[in-house]
Structure formats: structure tokens, C-alpha cells
């Protein structure tokens, strides 16, 4: 229509595909993993069945879930000489940008989790990136703070040693809570995947011409960073920090958003397939006020941030445009809760969403299909003929 090609409908691979793992409903406001709900998963689950779930199809029997946890702790150790990429970058360096390029380098102490051509060469790349990751992770933040770095305890479980390995102390010893590890279980569960999003769809596409799994995750993390994407949770707390700031003037940010000719967003609202409200967003509010609750915290951003999204909900603007808090409106107030920094905030999104990456790329990969290669609709010029430089 209008003069727009269309491309053959049997073009292979144009950018969309059939998949098994992750069902989302726009309009109902409906997210399933392997078709379970989220809200049950949320609630019944913890991180590392829902992770195998993602991955393998099913929830694991306490056989498979032992095997899985045993075989991811016997892959946490990292290279020593990775360390000497970690002290090349300055402390400033944003941890998104560290970890895409740690996952990255992982390769070359990996070499065997390029080529997986078998599920059992496949199965042992996907147990060290699900054991060496939240290592990366935690040491990105830990480079920041000048900490020594931490390789974790395998005793403790795989959610709490994240925690651990982010927030032990030399000469201190290291306790576990639960409220905390409660709430950073469901965080991650909440975030493990959501189809074909900007950062699932670079793991696919990159995994598509057989880079291997930890390249492509490299390649997603760095799509993940983006603010319109995944690095969303941090833009919200910076703009709920400046309107408490700025003395908690929500109608003029709201009046921002508004105005065509001001770049500034909403951040943490709207969504290119929720056009009703995110399910996961419905699932955070409520955990941030209980975990506020229980650790007895005051933070005004959260009242900030209720006011925001109610005077929102209310406003023609947000509405005609189906504009709901999505994912990231609520996360970062339980992160910061948790004594997590701000930069740190896009980093629990991709520890969150390494499973449902880990997934994508290997059912990708199970169904042989071919090297992506979406294509366009041109609009550029027709044939012309060359003009010598003098006769421009
Ligand atoms: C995630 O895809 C996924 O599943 C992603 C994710 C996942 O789990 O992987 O869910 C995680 O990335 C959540 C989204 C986080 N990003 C943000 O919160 C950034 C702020 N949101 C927007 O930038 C925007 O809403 C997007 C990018 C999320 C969605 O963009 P769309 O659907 O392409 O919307 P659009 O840019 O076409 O905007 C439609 C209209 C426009 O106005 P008009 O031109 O029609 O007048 O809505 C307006 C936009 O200006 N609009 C906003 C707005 N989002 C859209 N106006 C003010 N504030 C906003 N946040």
C-alpha cells in the first residue's frame, strides 16, 4: 500500500520467528515462560528452575535441578589472566560496558564453546556461562568500588551467591538474608525472558552465523544497555531523583513528556508490545512495597514514583497513547533497596535474562536455522549514472 513493497511473506528469516519459550499477550497483558505463568513462577519458583525451565523445556525434577546447580558450580572458577582485562579498564568505565566485553573475552579461555556442534558441547557452554557470568557481573561492580575480588561460595545458593559475590567485605563475614535473597530471586525470575525483544533478537541473529553462545550473549548485552531498552531501570531512578529534586514536581515531568519539542521521556513507561500494563510491572510495585516494608525503608522515589504513574494513568496524553509503567517503573526502587548502585541497576536485568538468552540461542541453533538476514524496503535513489568531480 502507498507505493511500499511488500517483501515475500516466505522470505526466510526476515527478523521474525517461530518460537516455543516465551508467550506474551500485548493487549491482555498476559506473559507465560513455557506455559507457565509468570505470576505463579514468580511466586512458586526460584531463579535457577525457572532458568532451567527456560533452557531445557521443563521444570526439572529435583534430580535434574541438583545435576544442573552441581555442574554450574563446578564451572565458577575464572581465569586468573581475565583479571588483566578487568584492570585495563578505568573505574569509571559503565559495567554494561565491561561485562560485554568480559563475556566476550571469556571465549578465549573457552575455546570449546564456540563450535557446538553436539547438545553435549552445547550443555557445557551454556553450564559455564551460567556459572561465570555473575562472577563478571559482580566483579564489574566490585572493580568499581575497589573491592577485592570475590569468586563466591558454592554453598550457598545461586541467587545468594550473586549477592555474596557483590557485597562481601574483607574481614567481614558474609550473611545471608533472606528478605533480600527473596526479593532478588523474583527480580530475576520477572526479567528471564520476553520473546523477541531488541537485546533476544541480537543473541538470535548473532548466534544465526555460529559465533558461538558467549559471543552473541556479548553482542546482547550491549543491545540491553541501550535507555530505551534494558539500561530504562536506570534512567527512572535518575529522573525520579531529579523530580524529588527538584521538590517532587511530577506535573512538570509529566508536562515534559508531553512536549513534542522536549526530548525527554517518561522512563520506565510505555512498551512496543504491552499496550495494556506489564504483568511483570504489576508483580514489582507490589514487591517493592513489601520489601521496603520488611527491610524498614522510607524512600520517597517509591511515593514519587506511585504519583508519577497515577497522575499518568489519568492523562489523556498516556492513555489515547496505551502508555502503562512497563518492567523497568519499579525495578530500580527494589535495587536500590537493596543497596545495589545505580549503574549496576542494567546488570541485574542481564543477570535476569541470561537464561531466557541462553534459551532463545540454543533453540535457535536445535532448529537449524538459517544465518538471519532480515531484509529492507528501499527508498533511496534509482539508477544514475557517475559525475566527474570537476563537473559537480
Ligand atoms: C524494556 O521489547 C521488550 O520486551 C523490552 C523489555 C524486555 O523485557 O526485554 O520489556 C524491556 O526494554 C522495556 C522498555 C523500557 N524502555 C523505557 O521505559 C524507555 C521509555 N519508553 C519509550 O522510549 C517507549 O515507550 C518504548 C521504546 C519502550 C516503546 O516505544 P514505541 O512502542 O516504539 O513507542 P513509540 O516510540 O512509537 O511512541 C508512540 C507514541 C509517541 O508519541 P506520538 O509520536 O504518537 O505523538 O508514544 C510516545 C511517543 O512519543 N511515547 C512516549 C513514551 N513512550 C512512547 N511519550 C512519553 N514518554 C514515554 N515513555
Not at 59 to 82: C, G, R, W, Y
Not at 169 to 197: F, G, M
Not at 284 to 296: C, D, F, M, P, Q
Not at 348 to 358: C, E, K, T
Request: aromatic letters at 10%.
Amino acid at each position: 500500500t502507498g507505493g511500499v513493497t511488500t517483501i515475500d511473506p516466505g522470505y526466510k528469516n526476515t527478523g521474525s520467528c517461530e518460537s516455543g519459550i516465551t508467550f506474551l499477550d500485548g493487549e491482555k497483558g498476559i506473559l507465560r515462560y513455557r506455559g507457565y505463568s509468570i505470576e505463579e513462577l514468580a511466586e512458586k519458583a526460584d531463579f535457577l528452575e525457572v532458568a532451567y525451565l527456560l533452557i531445557f523445556g521443563e521444570l526439572p525434577t529435583a534430580a535434574q535441578l541438583n545435576k544442573f546447580d552441581k555442574d554450574i558450580k563446578e564451572e565458577s572458577h575464572v581465569d586468573e589472566d581475565m583479571k588483566k582485562i578487568l584492570d585495563g579498564f578505568p573505574k569509571s568505565a559503565h559495567p554494561m560496558g565491561v561485562l560485554s566485553s568480559l563475556t566476550s573475552a571469556l571465549i578465549a579461555f573457552n575455546p570449546g564453546s564456540v563450535d557446538v556442534a553436539s547438545e553435549e558441547a552445547m550443555y557445557n557452554a551454556i553450564v559455564k556461562i551460567m556459572a561465570k557470568f555473575p562472577v563478571l557481573a559482580a566483579w564489574t561492580m566490585r572493580k568499581r568500588k575497589s573491592l577485592p575480588l570475590d569468586y563466591g561460595d558454592n554453598s550457598l545458593g545461586y541467587v545468594e551467591n550473586i549477592h555474596k559475590m557483590m557485597f562481601s567485605r574483607p574481614n567481614k563475614t558474609y550473611e545471608p538474608n533472606r528478605i533480600v535473597n527473596d526479593a532478588l530471586d523474583k527480580l530475576l525470575i520477572l526479567h528471564a525472558d520476553h520473546e523477541q525483544n531488541c537485546s533476544t533478537s541480537t543473541v538470535r541473529i548473532v548466534g544465526s552465523s555460529h559465533a558461538g553462545l558467549f559471543a552473541s550473549l556479548s553482542a546482547g548485552i550491549s543491545a540491553l544497555w541501550g535507555p530505551l531498552h534494558g539500561g530504562a531501570n536506570q534512567a527512572v531512578i535518575e529522573m525520579l531523583e531529579a523530580i524529588k529534586a527538584d521538590g517532587g514536581d511530577t506535573a512538570k515531568y509529566i508536562n515534559k513528556a508531553k512536549d513534542k519539542d522536549d526530548p525527554f521521556r517518561l522512563m520506565g513507561f510505555g512498551h512496543r508490545v504491552y499496550k495494556n500494563f506489564d504483568p511483570r510491572a504489576k508483580i514489582i510495585k507490589k514487591s517493592a512495597e513489601e520489601v521496603l516494608g520488611n527491610l524498614g525503608i522510607e524512600d520517597p522515589v517509591l511515593d514519587i514514583a506511585k504519583g508519577l504513574a497515577s497522575v499518568a494513568l489519568e492523562d489523556d496524553y498516556f492513555v489515547k497513547r496505551k502508555l502503562y509503567p512497563n518492567v523497568d517503573f519499579y525495578s530500580g526502587i527494589i535495587y536500590r533497596s537493596l543497596g545495589i548502585p545505580t549503574e549496576m541497576f542494567t546488570v541485574m536485568f542481564a543477570l535476569g535474562r541470561l537464561p531466557g538468552w541462553i534459551a532463545q540461542w540454543r533453540e535457535m541453533r536445535l532448529r537449524k536455522e538459517p544465518i538471519g538476514r532480515p531484509r529492507q524496503i528501499y527508498v533511496g535513489e534509482n539508477l544514475r549514472s557517475f559525475v566527474k568531480v570537476e563537473d559537480r
